[in-house]
């Protein structure tokens, strides 16, 4: 069993492992009409190879420590999702904090917590000095999320995301080490 990075007591983050593969790709599959609407990744003829991949490219990022990408699970340790941070800039310390929750999962706050344990966990672990969450702002799942995380509203940034080809505003969170003392 892999160490739990961070936990709730009724979620918690952790790494990807290989053998997370089925668990991770049925989560994806339930939940592809969501994805597909806010992910870049996913399309149509998305397969458990193009999971495969994805997974074995997290962890070769991880190491680069370019993207540091975690499983989101229950407290038995079922798939709930993933989160994660990625476009990190190393100089200033920011990163973009990113999560997604499958279908059945939703509506539970486990998003907003996921996203408030991956920043706690980034700030102790990584150093990171601030944590942005750049939400598509028609996402009001993921915006609402945002808020309810505690992380802090900072405006809409016009033509911030470009998304199947077309750029769109997005709302903009944040989180500070400050939050968490």
């Not at 592809?32 to 609407?37: D, I, K, T």
């Amino acid at each position: 069993m892999l160490e739990t990075l961070a936990s709730d007591g009724r979620i918690g983050i952790r790494r990807f492992a290989p053998s997370d593969l089925s668990a991770f790709y049925a989560a994806i599959d339930e939940s592809r009409g969501e994805l597909g609407r806010w992910m870049p990744w996913m399309h149509d003829g998305y397969t458990i190879a193009d999971t495969a991949d994805w997974i074995a490219r997290r962890e070769d990022e991880w190491n680069a420590g370019v993207d540091f990408s975690v499983l989101v699970v229950d407290a038995a340790g079922g798939v709930l999702g993933a989160s994660g941070f990625n476009q990190i800039n190393r100089e200033h310390r920011i990163a973009n904090l990113g999560y997604w929750v499958r279908t059945s999962a939703t509506r539970r706050g486990v998003a907003s917590a996921a996203a408030r344990l991956t920043a706690a966990w980034g700030f102790r672990t990584l150093g990171i000095g601030r944590a942005e969450i750049v939400a598509l702002r028609d996402n009001t799942a993921s915006c609402r999320a945002a808020q309810k995380s505690g992380a802090r509203f900072e405006g809409h940034a016009r033509n911030r995301l470009l998304l199947h080809g077309r750029w769109h505003d997005a709302a903009v969170y944040a989180f500070v080490p400050g939050d968490f003392a």
